[in-house]
């Protein structure tokens, strides 16, 4: 009876823990970074449609721009942090459910455990390339994505695995932007709290900001898809890559403008959501 009570006790205090102002604060910074780290790429993106080179747009090519730019260091410091914060509040998720009357569903709590790991993996390698391990947050994503998917096609059943996973990113695209389309988003935030033209400004950026993340990601799922039924792992590409082939269709380099510029929008989001997010 005592183990018992004290076990729901323990429940408690972490369910508290989880909820605190602290882990609150935490959250809205880790929104920052993200809304960094993609107006960041979407800025990339941007100088190479108008260019045609430029720096790698990826989460790699944005830690390296800022570490060029006045206490560089500093502020990867505090982008990895911050990124850290995100990461612990999606673990708080995963372990008791997240805000709202569904939010403790099975789905959902995977959902936020497979973010929680992401999170951890990049802030990881934002803080590594801040203490001065300059191939930890700068690598290319395109060249990482070639390098798993050529260690993947040499197992058993190598191609199935990479088409599967290709289709399960591709998959996520389009779920992704389907929702974004459809506003989705409007349930994890405090629209009641918004002036109308914030309720507008918020509903255009998430709308516009999550369909080009989305695109993107099904767009890097299909090349993988195409790698597994070549059994060709050039053909799988990264972010950087996978934008950089916007430029590449009829449409020239206005398709990745549009592109970026709902990069940048998502970047923009991700800041409303540090202010308005229910965490």
């Known amino acids: 009876m005592v183990t018992g009570s004290v076990s729901v006790r323990g429940h408690g205090q972490a369910r508290r823990a989880a909820n605190s102002k602290a882990l609150a604060v935490a959250a809205r910074a880790g929104f920052v970074a993200r809304g960094v780290i993609y107006a960041l790429i979407g800025a990339l993106s941007l100088r190479i449609a108008f260019s045609g080179g430029g720096t790698q747009a990826d989460r790699g090519g944005a830690v390296a721009e800022i570490a060029q730019k006045p206490f560089g260091t500093a502020l990867l410091w505090m982008l990895g942090v911050a990124l850290a914060g995100m990461a612990l509040w999606r673990l708080s998720e995963a372990a008791f459910g997240q805000a709202g009357p569904d939010g403790g569903k099975p789905g959902k709590r995977a959902m936020a455990a497979g973010r929680f ?8 390698s934002v803080l590594s390339y801040a203490a001065g391990d300059k191939g930890s947050g700068s690598g290319s994503s395109d060249r990482n994505s070639q390098d798993v998917t050529a260690k993947a096609l040499d197992w058993p059943g190598g191609q199935w695995i990479v088409g599967v996973a290709g289709a399960a990113v591709t998959a996520a695209g389009l779920w992704i932007a389907v929702r974004a389309v459809l506003r989705k988003f409007e349930k994890h935030l405090r629209m009641y709290e918004m002036s109308r033209k914030a309720r507008q400004f ?57 592109i970026a510029v709902g990069l940048v929008a998502f970047g923009v989001f991700s800041w409303a959501n540090a202010r308005w997010r229910k965490v």
């Not at 790991?117 to 990881?124: D, G, K």
């Not at 053909?235 to 990745?256: E, I």
């Open 202 to 258: 918020v509903a255009f950026f998430g709308m516009f900001g999550g369909t080009a993340r989305g695109i993107v990601f099904a767009t890097a799922g299909g090349f993988a898809i195409a790698a597994a039924v070549r059994h060709e792992p050039g053909k799988a590409k990264g972010m950087d890559d996978t934008l950089r082939t916007f430029a590449g269709t009829p449409a020239g380099p206005w398709l990745l403008v549009l």
């Open 117 to 124: 790991l992401f999170y951890t993996f990049v802030s990881y």
